[in-house]
Antibody, heavy 122, light 113 residues
Framework: QLQLQESGPGPVKPSETLSLTCTVS??????????WGWIRQPPGKGLEWIGS???????YYNPSLKSRVTISVDTSKNQFSLKLTSVTAADTAVYYC??????????????WGQGTLVTVSS | DIVMTQSPDSLAVSLGERATINCKSS????????????LAWYQQKPGQPPKVLIY???IRESGVPDRFSGSGSGTDFTLTISSLLAEDVAVYYC?????????FGQGTKLEIK
């Protein structure tokens, strides 16, 4: 059973960089050229796709965040990561990692982590 | 960006009755080359991540009860719960994966009347 687990250092101060890692278990991040993504949800609000990466490093980013986002993959650790720079209170959200279905970015998000709340506050 | 608009924003339905949620995309998500609608429906219960119910607009994900069904094509889609159970109380989202950025509807909150 594929499982994804987000982890990160906790609260972030305004203007700093938010860093999260998603650890994949029950399957290899290197298999079948799946795409792995990040999605966020501000408290009480809807879902926003941030970006996705394949095991070979091909990326898609949401243009609204592209200038501040970097997603990377570490196949040796079965992990992929999110960095979001210059954060503000508007970046406070539950951050989810997920895997797209089958071997294409043009797929729905089939498997999700439980999510981790990141608060941006001084 | 493709804007996904759901209606209604909230819905109260009696147990055992039918619930219908609509989703409209600002442009077609039907890819003519394969005749597939790049549209999924998710269910999100409080404190949980979203769970996919329907993909390609009408295909039920494995393990999803058959009281959930999806229909529609092009720009207009519907999620139907044929006979509401208490466990179906949740927020439901539609999502297009036709083009980047993938976008979600604003959500529809389903409650028991």
């Amino acid at each position: 059973q594929l499982q994804l687990q987000e982890s990160g250092p906790g609260p972030v101060k305004p203007s700093e960089t938010l860093s999260l890692t998603c650890t994949v278990s029950g399957g290899s991040i290197n298999s079948n050229n799946y795409y792995w993504g990040w999605i966020r949800q501000p408290p009480g609000k809807g879902l926003e796709w941030i970006g996705s990466i394949s095991n070979s490093g091909s990326t898609y980013y949401n243009p609204s965040l592209k200038s501040r986002v970097t997603i990377s993959v570490d196949t040796s650790k079965n992990q992929f990561s999110l960095k979001l720079t210059s954060v503000t209170a508007a970046d406070t959200a539950v951050y989810y990692c997920a895997r797209h279905a089958i071997s294409s970015w043009y797929q729905y998000l089939q498997h999700w982590g439980q999510g981790t709340l990141v608060t941006v506050s001084s | 960006d493709i804007v996904m608009t759901q209606s209604p924003d909230s819905l109260a339905v009696s147990l055992g009755e039918r619930a219908t949620i609509n989703c409209k995309s600002s442009q077609s998500v039907l890819y003519s080359s394969n005749n597939k609608n790049y549209l999924a429906w998710y269910q999100q219960k409080p404190g949980q991540p979203p769970k996919v119910l329907i993909y390609w607009a009408s295909i039920r994900e494995s393990g999803v009860p058959d009281r959930f069904s999806g229909s529609g094509s092009g720009t207009d889609f519907t999620l139907t719960i044929s006979s509401l159970l208490a466990e179906d109380v949740a927020v439901y989202y539609c999502q297009q994966y036709y083009t980047s950025p993938q976008t979600f509807g604003q959500g529809t909150k389903l409650e028991i009347k």
